[in-house]
């Protein structure tokens, strides 16, 4: 159980594109998701919070109107990279968030490689 | 302001030997740690977790210890195992708060045969 799915696991596009990334929570319902980013031997490092329903909530530093999330329901997040550019190249994962007793634990999907031309 | 450091980038163990994986973190008010295992080019693995009140969780060969006046913890895996190699990240999260992870810099594990 648990599992999380993301699609596509990889995209190379040209410079100016816009760019979605689905996150899929697959057997299970997830009120809050979340989108990392991680850049090559670097750390996770946390872009938004996505939360179904609402708006998006977005770590310092993070664009909002580049990195659009829509967190449509409880199963579905969306990563819009808007425009992208070279530097948006990554490697992005989300994951959601399942309550486990007492705690909120996080599973992650697989990842997705965005190459910009 | 880097709140979770891993401070060692890599680490090679001989097989069958314990690996030690250090962490060290600044805020105070977390409250739950977690440790991953992650290949290149996939999503983080969940290996074992520890709340803020307990100093020791045990699972299978891995055991994490949580020293929260030194604000330091430590992932051991006995015996290490070639299959063990990746790259392994503790996180930190506020258990009450907004669930948001905060992840380490990672250290990469060689466990040589």
């Known amino acids: 159980g648990a599992v999380v799915s993301q699609h596509p696991s990889r995209v190379i596009c040209k410079s100016g594109t816009s760019v979605k990334i689905e996150c899929r929570s697959l057997?299970?319902?997830?009120?809050?998701m979340f989108w990392y980013r991680q850049f090559p031997k670097k750390s996770l490092m946390l872009m938004a919070t996505?939360?179904?329903?609402?708006?998006?909530?977005?770590e310092q530093g993070v664009e909002k109107d580049k990195f659009l999330i829509n967190h449509a329901s409880l199963t579905l997040s969306t990563l819009t990279v808007t425009s992208a550019h070279p530097e948006d190249s990554s490697f992005y994962i989300c994951?959601?968030?399942?309550?486990?007793?007492?705690?909120?634990?996080?599973?992650f999907g697989p990842g997705t490689r965005l190459t910009v031309l | 302001d880097q709140q979770v450091k891993q401070n060692s980038p890599s680490l090679s163990v001989q097989e069958g030997r314990i690996s030690i994986l250090n962490c060290d973190y600044t805020?105070?008010?977390?409250?739950?740690f977690l440790w991953y295992k992650k290949y290149p080019a996939e999503g983080p693995t969940f290996l074992i977790s520890?709340?803020?009140?307990?100093d020791k969780n045990e699972d299978g060969r891995f055991t994490v210890f949580l020293n929260k006046s030194a604000k330091h913890l430590s992932l051991h895996i006995v015996p290490s195992q070639p299959g063990d190699s990746a790259v392994y990240f503790c996180?930190?999260?506020?258990?009450?708060?907004?669930?948001?992870?905060?992840f380490g810099t990672g250290t990469r594990l060689k466990v040589l045969a």
């Open positions: 996505s939360n179904e329903g609402s708006k998006a909530t977005y």
């Open positions: 805020n105070s008010m977390f409250d739950y």
């Open positions: 520890i709340s803020s009140i307990k």
């Open positions: 057997d299970f319902q997830a009120t809050t």
């Open positions: 996180a930190a999260s506020l258990w009450r708060g907004t669930y948001k992870y905060i």
């Open positions: 994951s959601a968030s399942l309550r486990l007793g007492q705690i909120k634990e996080q599973f």
